[in-house]
Each structure stands twice: as C-alpha cells, then as structure tokens.
C-alpha cells in the first residue's frame, strides 16, 4: 500500500471527490462538506473545474446557483477510476 494514515489527499483526489459529488448537481456548502474542504480551498477547485469545462454551474433564482458535472467531467472521473484501478489504489474507490 502506497498511501499511509496520516496520507494528505492529492489535487487528483479532491478533484475526482468533488466530481462525484457534483454528479447530480449540488451548492457550493454540500460540496465543501462532503469533500472536507476549507471555503478557499473549494473556491480554487471549483474555479478550475468550470472553467476547464468539467462542471457547470446552473444558476437558480436569488443569485443562487448550483454546479453539475458535465460530460466532459465523467470521462475525466472514469479516466481517473482507471489510473486508481491500474495503481491497486482500492482506498480511493472513485
């Protein structure tokens, strides 16, 4: 086994854990706990993951929004479940 206990996770790994979160579609507060994240750390992925065109925001009223993964996101998470099979990783199960 690569990753040990104390193991800090890796960009690849918030950015496929907030991929399978935002699957069906979820605001910026269940993203950030889901994934146990800081605010500025969930601003920085998600600014990259939609402007890279992995997620997309769908605004609501109110100046609301939430944000859904997009085609392009799921081959990204499916490309990243392959690497993790390939690796053995089984402890990071996309």
Do not use: C, P
Not at 38 to 46: A, C, G, P
Request: glycine content about 12%.
């Amino acid at each position: 086994m690569l990753l040990g206990v104390n193991h800090r996770r890796s960009d690849i790994e918030i950015i496929a854990d907030m991929l399978k979160v935002g699957k069906n579609g979820a605001g910026k507060t269940q993203i950030m706990y889901s994934v146990n994240m800081s605010y500025s750390q969930l601003q920085k992925y998600l600014g990259y993951l939609v402007n890279e065109g992995f997620v997309e925001t769908i605004k609501t009223g109110n100046a609301g929004a939430y944000y859904r993964m997009t085609g392009k996101g799921e081959k990204l998470l499916s490309l990243l479940g392959s690497v993790q099979e390939m690796l053995g990783l089984h402890e990071w199960a996309l």
